[in-house]
């Protein structure tokens, strides 16, 4: 078995004194693209001492390799690049003149190497659990076994790299996550059924809710049923929300949307000058289960917005989102009513 350091770096160690220690190891990004690293303890001095990494392996992207980092910042100065049949090199001299021991980090994408994240959300009544998967491929090199990887979520660890292999390996388990589940119905998806949601308060004091999310594939299991979808990431306290299937048995359907200019004013030459405009909404609701259905009511009125008189309790949850919240008793039919003004319009 070839092993990582032998296949993937071979240092030109005549060229340092004293003789480096290399390691290699690899990261993925938050995108799932894949980078080789490596780093090196040397002495650097006046005069320009060279840093030489052999790429001579196809599957690696020469042109990608660049020092990332050294350490003690600032303590060396990178004098230019240069590529070569045999690989990448680069000269380095220390600020100053003095000689320093440094660690000098370089990397380069491996481009056919590459994480898809994936996520399952498990759902129980009133707590879930929340696994990463990495379903790590594409690697073209020798087999490797037993390596680490370092990711922006956790570490990848016990992966072997094989052109043939592309295995899914666990990175996190959170359990214990509280969680509720919304009725919601949007004017601007064009259906008459709402949705079900799984919404995750992420408190920040929480291991779950300081833990970055990743994009990618993520399935719901809920009531032994699994809904998938494109989840786009989530930062630090985000708020998440996913789609378990539609909530079969409430409809909504808006019977009103209507749009009046009121308190108009003319200028000098009795043309329109000034205008409120009256949003007026109405919603048909229908609960034909057998259970109580708290309902989610989101509507998008223009910029401006301010509620007049509404039949339900609402909030403001951004400048062009109105959420009214409904309780329907089971086997219930009820109707739902929202004025809005927007205030000293003038004509576009």
């Known amino acids: 078995m070839t092993t990582m350091t032998v296949l993937l770096l071979a240092c030109a160690t005549s060229l340092f004194e004293p003789l480096p220690t290399p390691t290699t190891s690899f990261s993925f990004d938050e995108d799932g693209r894949a980078w080789i690293l490596t780093e090196a303890h040397l002495t650097i001095g006046a005069d320009p001492a060279v840093f030489s990494w052999p790429l001579t392996e196809g599957f690696i992207d020469r042109g990608s390799a660049q020092i990332l980092s ?6 060396a100065t990178i004098l230019d690049r240069r590529e070569s049949g045999q690989g990448v090199e680069w000269r380095l001299v220390s600020p100053g003149g003095q000689t320093r021991e440094v660690t000098v980090r370089v990397g380069a994408i491996v481009p056919d190497l590459h994480v898809d994240w994936q ?9 879930l659990e929340w696994a990463l998967m990495a379903k790590v491929s594409g690697w073209k090199g020798s087999p490797i076994d037993n390596v680490s990887i370092a990711t922006p979520f956790g570490a990848i660890t016990g992966v072997n790299l094989r052109p043939d292999l592309a295995p899914t390996i666990l990175v996190s388990s959170e359990a214990s996550v509280p969680w509720r589940l919304a009725i919601r119905w949007d004017s601007g998806d064009g259906r008459d059924t709402p949705a079900r949601l799984v919404c995750l308060d992420r408190d920040l004091t ?3 809710g300081l833990r970055r999310l990743p994009g990618g594939r993520l399935t719901v299991r809920l009531s032994d049923a699994d809904f998938g979808q494109d989840f786009k990431g989530a930062a630090p306290g985000q708020l998440v929300e996913l789609r378990a299937g539609d909530a079969t048995g409430v409809l909504v359907k808006r019977t009103k949307a209507a749009t009046t200019q009121v308190n108009t004013h003319s200028d000098a ?10 949003l007026e909404y109405e919603y048909a609701l229908t609960n034909t289960t057998d ?3 708290e309902l989610e009511v989101y509507e998008h009125p223009a910029h401006g917005w301010k509620v007049d008189k509404c039949s339900a309790p609402w909030k403001k949850l951004d400048a062009g989102t109105l959420v009214l919240t409904v309780k329907l008793a089971p086997r219930s039919e009820a109707k739902l009513t929202a004025t809005l003004m927007r205030k000293n319009l003038t004509p576009s």
């Open 206 to 208: 929480t291991p779950f």
């Open 269 to 278: 030459n009795r043309r329109l000058a000034m205008f409120d405009e009256k």
């Open 291 to 293: 259970a109580a259905v």
């Open 70 to 75: 050294v350490d003690p910042a600032d303590s």
């Open 119 to 127: 996520q399952q959300v498990v759902c129980a009544p009133k707590q």
